[in-house]
């Protein structure tokens, strides 16, 4: 196996691994959320994964960023981690988390059009096709599912996804500069900043939840949060932001399919057809080649470099 080839299955692999982790958030957070609130989840999960990171810094060489970079990385950190984490959470104390990942799996047209009209990056032709077949079934799973409606909850569900579309091409220009680590730590540790503001709204749920909610706490922010947004960073680095965001649209089957298992939310046959829908959707958008001048120099380097 050539040496490039090794480095496009470890970057695949990575970006497999987002996809498990990131969907097995929404069951979680269905399971945990009532215990210790919105509030509550998103301020010990974020905590988690930073004493994570943190530890982890000095043997990776993890260097503190520079001063130019700050406000970029806090905006990373309010949008992507603090925003995001309060009001997916906030929806799905109502909305199931199949749905709400059925929602959010959206999320890749808020990045792909920053991306296009921000960093240059170019459409091609199979790419909006493929966009289209995965939105397509992400929209034949969501008809599957009856009384859905626009209530309060939906809405935040819909925010979150709107969110984490803005979190991703947020992280390119970082990317260029830090490794996937690095970005992850710095920007959880800004979302930590407003959540510990915070934490006298917390303070109630977290002393009355019990040890079921904090293991699924200590879980959101060991896996999906630090291991998942570390896994990301890297594959997004290492991609056009298209492509590493198409991945995203396999998050929601594969949720669909844990929160079966875990929470007894059994798949309709029609979200099983939209599941196939979506990932066909992904192939066509994976196997699109990837124009010349998709993205200024130093984003096309951020790709191609080794971290």
Known sequence: ?????????????????????????????????????????????????????????????????????????????????????????????????????????????????????????????????????????????????????????????????VVQGIYHPLTKPLLRRYSGLEVATYAMVAGLIPLLAALPWSLPALTSAGPDAWLGAAYLGLLPSAAGFVLWGYAVARLPMATATSLLYLVSPVAVGIAAVWLGEVPQPAELLGGAVVIAGVAVIGLSPAPRGTAPPGIAASVSTPR
């Open 1 to 161: 196996m050539s040496s490039a080839t090794t480095a496009r299955v470890r970057i695949v692999t990575a970006g497999l691994l987002v996809v498990v982790l990131w969907a097995s958030a929404f069951p979680a957070i269905r399971a945990a959320a009532p215990a210790l609130g919105p509030l509550g989840l998103a301020l010990v999960r974020t905590a988690i994964a930073c004493l994570a990171l943190l530890a982890v810094a000095p043997f990776a060489g993890v260097r503190l960023p520079a001063r130019r970079d700050l406000p970029l990385i806090a905006a990373c950190g309010v949008i992507g981690m603090a925003a995001y984490q309060v009001l997916l959470t906030a929806g799905e104390l109502t909305v199931p988390a199949g749905t709400a990942s059925l929602i959010v799996a959206a999320a890749p047209l808020v990045s792909v059009a920053i991306a296009a009209g921000a960093f240059g990056e170019r459409l091609t032709p199979l790419k909006l096709i493929g966009g289209g077949v995965a939105l397509g079934g992400v929209a034949i799973v969501s008809l599957a599912r009856s009384g859905l409606t626009l209530s309060g909850a939906v809405w935040l569900v819909l925010a979150a996804m």
